[in-house]
C-alpha cells in the first residue's frame, strides 16, 4: 500500500514525461518523521547526476519540531538510491537526448519512503495553452454530459 506524502503538479504542467522509475533515497532520522507529517516540498527541485550517483537537489523538508542535533539543513543534497545499470541508462539518456531528471511524487512504500523521478522533456509555451485548452474542453464536454444525463432522466 502506497501512501503519497508529496507530488509535483509543476512538473506535469512544465514538462512531458517520457519515462518513471522508483528510487529510494537516504534520509536522516528526522527528516523521515517531518515527512510523516508531510512537511514535504518538491515544487522546484531536480535531481542531478553527481559522481555516478543520483542526486535530489532543492527538495524543502522542513527540520523536525522535537529534534535537536540530528537536524540537518531543510534544503540539503539527498542522495538517491538505485542500481549502477539503471543509473548508466538514465544518464545515457539525458547526455543523449538532453533530458532532465525530476522528481514527481514522494510516498511510502511500506515503511521505506520512495521518489518516483521522471525523464522528461520542457514544454515550450504554446503545449502549455495546448494542454489548457483540451482540459477545458475535457471538463466541458463531462458538464454537458451530466446535464444531458440530468434532463433526461
Known amino acids: ?6 507530488t509535483n503538479k509543476k512538473a506535469y504542467h512544465d514538462y512531458f514525461v ?3 522509475f522508483e528510487s529510494g533515497i537516504r534520509l536522516v532520522g528526522c527528516e523521515v518523521k517531518s515527512i510523516r507529517n508531510g512537511e514535504v516540498n518538491l515544487k522546484d527541485s531536480y535531481v542531478a547526476i553527481k559522481n555516478g ?3 535530489l537537489v532543492n527538495t524543502y523538508i522542513k527540520n523536525y519540531d522535537k529534534g535537536s542535533f540530528s537536524n540537518v539543513n531543510s534544503i540539503r543534497d539527498r542522495v538517491l538510491l538505485m542500481h549502477k545499470a539503471e543509473i548508466a541508462k538514465i544518464s ?6 538532453g533530458l532532465t531528471i525530476v522528481p514527481l511524487k514522494l510516498y511510502f512504500c511500506g515503511s521505506l519512503v ?3 523521478i521522471g525523464l522528461v ?3 515550450r509555451e504554446y503545449d502549455k495553452k495546448e494542454a489548457i ?3 477545458d474542453l475535457a471538463r466541458d464536454k463531462e458538464r454537458q454530459i451530466s446535464d444531458y444525463i440530468k434532463r433526461n432522466k
Request: aromatic share 0%; no cysteine.
Open 18 to 20: 517520457l519515462d518513471t
Open 114 to 116: 520512495k521518489v518516483e
Open 1 to 6: 500500500m502506497n501512501k503519497i506524502i508529496a
Open 92 to 97: 545515457g539518456k539525458v547526455k543523449e537526448k
Open 133 to 135: 485548452i483540451n482540459a
Open 121 to 123: 522533456k520542457g514544454k
Open 53 to 55: 550517483q543520483l542526486v
